[in-house]
C-alpha cells in the first residue's frame, strides 16, 4: 500500500472498529423511517402516478443515508483527531493535500455505499423498486458520497469545536437532505417551492438516483449528472485548497 | 550539509491579548546550523520559542520569513523530503484511540510507503520496553507507555534526523534511561538528534552543543564543554533556617531553605560566608561544587532579562 492508501484504509478501519455505531445505527434509522412514514402514507400516497409510496421511498432513503453518513465520516474524523491533537501522526507524514483528499473522501465513500448497502438490504422487504438503470444508481451514489466526503472535509477543518460541526451538519446538511425530496416527489409541492427545490443540488442527487431505480425521474438525469457534477467540482476545489494551506491544522 | 538549518528565521502569531492585528512575536530571525550526527539541545523557558522552531521544521507551523532544510530539503519547497528525513516526538502525549499499538504503528509505516516493516517495529518495540503491550489499545496504556509509543512512531520510518520536543517530561525515571540508552545508540549509528528539554543534567549528559532560546533568540550557541567553562567554575551551595538579607538574596539563588552563590575564587566564597555570619545567620550543610549546565542556563537567561517575552511584538 502506498502512502494515501494507508489513510484511507486507516480511515476505514476507523469507522469499521465502531460499526455498530457507524453503519448499524444508520440502517436501523432508515428502518425506523420506513416504518413509520411507510406504513402511514403506504395506502394514501401514489408517486409518478403508478409507483407505491414504500417503493418511492426506498432509494430516498437509501441516498439520504449514503449522503449523511458520507458527510459524518470525514468530518467526525477530522474533527476529533483534531481535537484529541492525534491528527499530528498525519501531519508529520511526506502525504500531500490530494493524498489527503483522496484518503478522506475516500473513505466517506466507502461508508456512505455500506450504509447504504445496509438501509437497502433492509427496506427493500417493505416496497421494491426496480432496477431500471444501475448505471446511474452507482454514478449517483458514488457522485453524492464523494461530495458529502469533501463537504465533510471543509466542516471538519472549519469546525474547532464539536458545537460547530453539530451546528453545520444540524443546520446545513439535515435541511438540505430532507428538503430534497427524500419522502416526497418536488412536483407536489406548490410551485414556488418546485423552484426553492431546484437550487438545491442535494436535490438532484437523489432524483438521479431514484431514475435509476425507475426510469422515471423529476428532472432528466442528464440535467442532474451537470449538476451534482459540477456542484461536486466545485466542493472538491475548495477542500482541496483547504487542505492544500493547511487551514487551521498548519499555522 | 547540515542535517538541519535556520537562516533567520522569523514566526510571529496573533496576539493572545492585546488590540485586534496585533502579533505576538515567538522567533526573531533564528540562524542556527546542526551539523549530521550531532546531538544537540535546544533550551531555553517556556514561551521562548523553542516548540516554534520544531513545528516550522516539522511543516506543523510556517515561518513568515527565512528558510528551514532538513539535509537540504526545503521544508516547504521539498516538504515530503524534509518529511521523510525527521522523525518528530510530539511534546503533547497525543494518541488514537482506535487501534492498537502494533497497528498504529504499521499505520505510521504505511504513511511513509514502507510495506513489511514489522521486524523493524518489533525491535522499536523491544528497544522501549514494549513488546508485551504490541496488541494492547492505546486507550489502555499509562502516560509513561503512551510517551514510548510516540517515541516509536517517530522512528518507524528510520528517519535520519530525530526531533524530540521534551520527551521526558513527567515520566519515570525507568523510561528515561531506557529511552536515552536508545537514543544515545540511534545517535552513535549517525543520527543527528535534537532535544529540548527543562531537565537540564540531561542536556548535559548527551547534548555535544547547546543552543539557548529566549524570548525567539539565539541568546547562546557554543559546545556543551565551551559553554561550562565559561560559567562561573563554581558554586557556594548551604541551607539557612532564616530569610537572607535582600543584598544578599539578590546575588543567590534561592531553593527553599537551599542558597545557591556562583563564585569563582576562595576569597568570593570567603566573603559569602562572612557576609551570612554578620546577617545573624547561620549556614548549615555547605559545599562547594562545580558549576554546571543549570548555573551556565541561569546566568545566560540573567543576562538576556531586559527582553522579555513578546515585547518584540509588532502591530500587523
Not at chain 1, 476505514?12 to 440502517?27: E, I
Amino acid at each position: 500500500m502506498s502512502g494515501w492508501q494507508t489513510l484511507l484504509y486507516k480511515e476505514v478501519l476507523r469507522f469499521w472498529k465502531v460499526g455498530f455505531q457507524t453503519v448499524g445505527a444508520p440502517v436501523l434509522t432508515a428502518v425506523m423511517y420506513m416504518l413509520i412514514f411507510g406504513h402511514v402514507l403506504q395506502d394514501q400516497v401514489k408517486v409518478y402516478g403508478q409507483v407505491s409510496y414504500t417503493a418511492f421511498l426506498v432509494p430516498g432513503l437509501v441516498m439520504m443515508s449514503i449522503l449523511q453518513n458520507a458527510f459524518a465520516n470525514s468530518s467526525s474524523s477530522l474533527i476529533q483527531s483534531k481535537i484529541m491533537g492525534s491528527l499530528v501522526f498525519v501531519l508529520l507524514t511526506p502525504l500531500s493535500h490530494w493524498h489527503w483528499f483522496l484518503a478522506y473522501v475516500g473513505s466517506s465513500v466507502v461508508r456512505g455505499l455500506l450504509v447504504g448497502t445496509g438501509v437497502f438490504a433492509v427496506t427493500v422487504f417493505f416496497g421494491q423498486p426496480g432496477f431500471v438503470a444501475p448505471l446511474w444508481i452507482l454514478v449517483f451514489a458514488i457522485l453524492g458520497a464523494a461530495m458529502l466526503g469533501a463537504l465533510g472535509v471543509i466542516a471538519g477543518l472549519w469546525s474547532e469545536k464539536f458545537e460547530q460541526m453539530a451546528a453545520f451538519q444540524n443546520f446545513v446538511i439535515m435541511p438540505m437532505t430532507f428538503l430534497s425530496g427524500v419522502f416526497y416527489s418536488i412536483h407536489s409541492l406548490p410551485p414556488f417551492w418546485q423552484k426553492v427545490s431546484h437550487l438545491n443540488p442535494f436535490f438532484y442527487m437523489i432524483d438521479g438516483f431514484r431514475h435509476g431505480f425507475f426510469g422515471i425521474s423529476d428532472v432528466s438525469p442528464w440535467l442532474s449528472l451537470g449538476i451534482v457534477g459540477s456542484a461536486m467540482l466545485i466542493v472538491s476545489a475548495i477542500a482541496v485548497n483547504m487542505l492544500r494551506t493547511g487551514y487551521k491544522i498548519r499555522h | 550539509m547540515p542535517a538541519i538549518s535556520f537562516q533567520s528565521v522569523s514566526k510571529s502569531y496573533p496576539a493572545p491579548r492585546g488590540p485586534k492585528g496585533s502579533t505576538f512575536l515567538a522567533l526573531d530571525g533564528v540562524s542556527l546550523d546542526i551539523e549530521e550526527g550531532e546531538f544537540f539541545g535546544l533550551l531555553g523557558p517556556n514561551g521562548a520559542g523553542k516548540t516554534t522552531m520544531i513545528s516550522i521544521l516539522a511543516g506543523l507551523s510556517r515561518a513568515n520569513s527565512g528558510r528551514v532544510s532538513v539535509l537540504g530539503h526545503d521544508v516547504q519547497r521539498d516538504y515530503a523530503q524534509a518529511r521523510r528525513s525527521l522523525g518528530v516526538v510530539p511534546q503533547e502525549l497525543v494518541f488514537d484511540p482506535f487501534f492498537t499499538v502494533r497497528e498504529a504503528l504499521r499505520i505510521q509505516s504505511g504513511y511513509f510507503g514502507i510495506k513489511n516493516n514489522d521486524a523493524w517495529i518489533d525491535e522499536l518495540l523491544s528497544n522501549l520496553g514494549l513488546l508485551d503491550k504490541a496488541n494492547a489499545n492505546m486507550r489502555q496504556l499509562s502516560g509513561g507507555m503512551k510517551r514510548r509509543v510516540l517515541v516509536a512512531q517517530a522512528l518507524v520510518h528510520k528517519p535520519p534526523v530525530i526531533v524530540l520536543d521534551e520527551p521526558t517530561a513527567g515520566v519515570d525515571v525507568e523510561l528515561r534511561q531506557t529511552l536515552w540508552q536508545f537514543i544515545a545508540k540511534l545517535n552513535k549509528q549517525g543520527h543527528t538528534v535534537l532535544l529540548t528539554t527543562h531537565y537540564l543534567e540531561e542536556a548535559e549528559a548527551l547534548c555535544g552543543r547547546i543552543a539557548m532560546l529566549k524570548s525567539g533568540r539565539v541568546v547562546a550557541l557554543d559546545h556543551t564543554s565551551e559553554l561550562l567553562k565559561a560559567a562561573s567554575s563554581n558554586v557556594l551551595r548551604f541551607k539557612v533556617d532564616s530569610e537572607l538579607p535582600k543584598v544578599l538574596a539578590d546575588k543567590a539563588r534561592i531553593t527553599g531553605r537551599i542558597v545557591q552563590f556562583p563564585a569563582h575564587d576562595a576569597l568570593e566564597i570567603e566573603n559569602y560566608l562572612a557576609a551570612v555570619r554578620e546577617a545573624g545567620l547561620v549556614a548549615h550543610d555547605v559545599e562547594i561544587r562545580k558549576a554546571d549546565l543549570e548555573d551556565v542556563f541561569l546566568d545566560v537567561m540573567t543576562l538576556h532579562k531586559d527582553s522579555k517575552a513578546g515585547t518584540s511584538g509588532v502591530t500587523a
